[in-house]
């Protein structure tokens, strides 16, 4: 769901671990530990790699040392703020197939920009990337779930403004739920610039407040008393 | 109707032109000559990340040098 998702998607993220989204039960948890002990991948940090801490939204982390994968990172996590539940993400889901016959589930481009709409710097220029790779893939022949995904999702002020003026009845209809949409429609690029700004602001602000919690329990299990 | 070029650097408009599957491909290029170099797997730490440790220990490399080691330096 990491890295690679968005280099498919059209961003490009170097990343050099391996981020997996999964379904937290048990019997797909004790696949996992098989396939995990294949790797020899051993858990390096807390939280422990137990039910319990992937429901309520933690990362568990592992480092193979496999040969053939020797030092890489693997995470996975069950839930993320924002994101639906696994049973609607694996319902939207991408395959591909690559020449080699191998297969990759990779998460829905909407769902992959929920998920990167986090507290990290990082993270925001990779969103603006992933939404202008597909609009520009796009744009000639958009169905209307497209439209409305670029409406909702886009970080590009020239690209918002150019898509409002083509639609300007769902540009409408959606700026109650995404109000600088008005910014947009009437071309108005700085102000449009300021409110994406502060759009960006609010959910990093959101991210934050969502993981205090969890870092606190982190904390705990870093330094029991 | 806005194209690639106008908005971003040529690198961007090209890598934005690709499939999916052939930037999926040449990603795996660019990490073959990655380890062919002998790049690290270990991840950058990532202090904005609500995981990031402090305090865990970080892989040294492999040299067993930091990485980064002040070879000159004026008095000031």
Request: glycine share 4%; aromatic share 8%.
């Given at each position: 769901?990491?890295?690679?998702?968005?280099?498919?998607?059209?961003?490009?993220?170097?990343?050099?671990?391996?981020?997996?989204?999964i379904?937290?039960d048990?019997?797909?948890?004790?696949?996992?530990?098989?396939?995990?002990?294949?790797?020899?991948?051993?858990?390096?940090?807390?939280?422990?790699?137990?039910?319990?801490?992937l429901?309520?939204?933690?990362?568990?982390?592992?480092?193979?040392?496999?040969?053939?994968?020797?030092?890489?990172?693997v995470?996975?996590?069950?839930?993320?703020?924002?994101?639906?539940?696994?049973?609607?993400l694996?319902?939207?889901?991408?395959?591909?197939?690559?020449p080699?016959?191998?297969?990759?589930?990779?998460?829905?481009?909407?769902?992959?920009?929920q998920?990167?709409k986090?507290?990290?710097?990082?993270d925001?220029?990779?969103?603006?990337?992933?939404?202008?790779a597909?609009?520009?893939?796009?744009?000639?022949?958009?169905?209307?779930?497209?439209?409305?995904?670029?409406?909702?999702?886009?970080r590009?002020?020239?690209?918002?403004i150019?898509?409002a003026?083509?639609?300007?009845?769902?540009?409408?209809?959606?700026?109650?739920r995404?109000?600088?949409?008005?910014?947009?429609?009437s071309?108005?690029?700085?102000?449009?610039?300021?409110?994406?700004?502060?759009?960006?602001?609010?959910?990093?602000?959101?991210?934050?407040?969502?993981?205090?919690?969890?870092k606190?329990?982190?904390?705990?299990?870093?330094?029991?008393? | 109707?806005?194209q690639?070029?106008?908005?971003?650097?040529?690198?961007?408009?090209e890598?934005y032109?690709?499939?999916?599957?052939?930037?999926?491909?040449?990603s795996?290029?660019?990490w073959?000559?990655?380890?062919v170099?002998?790049?690290?797997?270990?991840?950058?730490?990532?202090?904005?990340?609500?995981?990031?440790?402090?305090n865990?220990?970080?892989?040294?490399p492999?040299?067993?040098?930091a990485?980064l080691?002040?070879?000159?330096?004026?008095r000031?």
């Amino acid at each position: 769901m990491g890295g690679q998702a968005c280099v498919f998607y059209g961003a490009a993220e170097f990343s050099r671990d391996t981020d997996l989204a999964i379904l937290a039960d048990a019997a797909n948890l004790a696949r996992l530990r098989k396939a995990l002990a294949e790797l020899r991948a051993e858990s390096i940090a807390v939280p422990p790699f137990e039910l319990k801490y992937l429901r309520k939204g933690h990362a568990i982390h592992f480092r193979c040392q496999h040969p053939e994968a020797l030092r890489m990172r693997v995470d996975v996590m069950s839930k993320m703020r924002g994101v639906d539940s696994f049973a609607k993400l694996w319902r939207r889901r991408t395959t591909i197939q690559l020449p080699d016959g191998s297969a990759y589930e990779l998460l829905s481009l909407p769902d992959l920009v929920q998920a990167k709409k986090t507290q990290r710097d990082k993270d925001w220029p990779m969103i603006r990337r992933l939404i202008e790779a597909n609009y520009f893939e796009n744009q000639k022949r958009p169905n209307k779930a497209q439209i409305q995904f670029w409406l909702l999702e886009l970080r590009t002020p020239e690209l918002l403004i150019e898509l409002a003026k083509q639609n300007g009845a769902m540009c409408r209809r959606l700026s109650a739920r995404r109000p600088l949409l008005a910014s947009a429609a009437s071309g108005k690029k700085v102000e449009l610039e300021r409110m994406l700004t502060a759009e960006e602001s609010a959910e990093r602000k959101r991210d934050q407040l969502y993981w205090l919690p969890l870092k606190k329990e982190l904390e705990k299990l870093r330094h029991p008393k | 109707m806005i194209q690639p070029e106008q908005l971003v650097e040529d690198e961007w408009a090209e890598w934005y032109r690709l499939t999916p599957v052939q930037r999926w491909l040449e990603s795996e290029k660019l990490w073959q000559t990655y380890l062919v170099l002998g790049g690290s797997l270990d991840p950058e730490p990532d202090t904005q990340s609500p995981f990031f440790d402090a305090n865990a220990p970080r892989p040294r490399p492999a040299h067993g040098r930091a990485s980064l080691r002040v070879l000159r330096r004026s008095r000031v």
